[in-house]
């Protein structure tokens, strides 16, 4: 079982930066697939980016592709995603997720919320023009 608590949201504005921090609990942390989610009010929840446990390639979305940057402190049991030339479209609870242990998700999977097991709570992005 993974714990997953996000921290780093706030309030900025227009072309300001944030860095989200997705703190897990155990000892696994350095063999899960991290992943970065959010979700707009009256909006699906959306892929951002995610990073495997495998050392492989990391993922964006096109919409954040350039601007944000996921990454992971296995020392730390920590995920990162840092949030640079922000938009108000990026407002949204943003979600960090785990796979699995050890599992090893495609380039399709790795971007759809049903390959994540375990979720945090969410932390809040407000971007004001």
């Known amino acids: 079982q993974v714990q997953l608590v996000e921290s780093g949201g706030g309030s900025v504005q227009a072309g300001g930066s944030l860095r989200l921090s997705c703190a897990a609990s155990?000892?696994?942390?350095?063999?899960?697939?991290m992943g970065w989610f959010r979700q707009a009010p009256g909006k699906t929840r959306e892929f951002v980016a995610t990073?495997?446990?495998?050392?492989?390639?990391?993922y964006y979305a096109d919409s954040v592709k350039g601007r944000f940057t996921i990454s992971r402190d296995n020392a730390k049991n920590t995920a990162y995603l840092q949030m640079n030339s922000l938009n108000p479209e990026d407002t949204a609870v943003y979600y960090c997720?785990?796979?699995?242990?050890?599992?090893?998700?495609?380039?399709?999977?790795?971007?759809?919320?049903?390959?994540?097991?375990?979720w945090g709570q969410g932390t809040q992005v407000t971007v004001s023009s």
């Open positions: 997720a785990a796979a699995s242990l050890r599992r090893v998700l495609s380039y399709y999977t790795a971007k759809n919320d049903r390959g994540y097991d375990y």
């Open positions: 155990g000892r696994t942390f350095s063999s899960h697939t």
């Open positions: 990073i495997p446990w495998s050392g492989g390639t990391t």
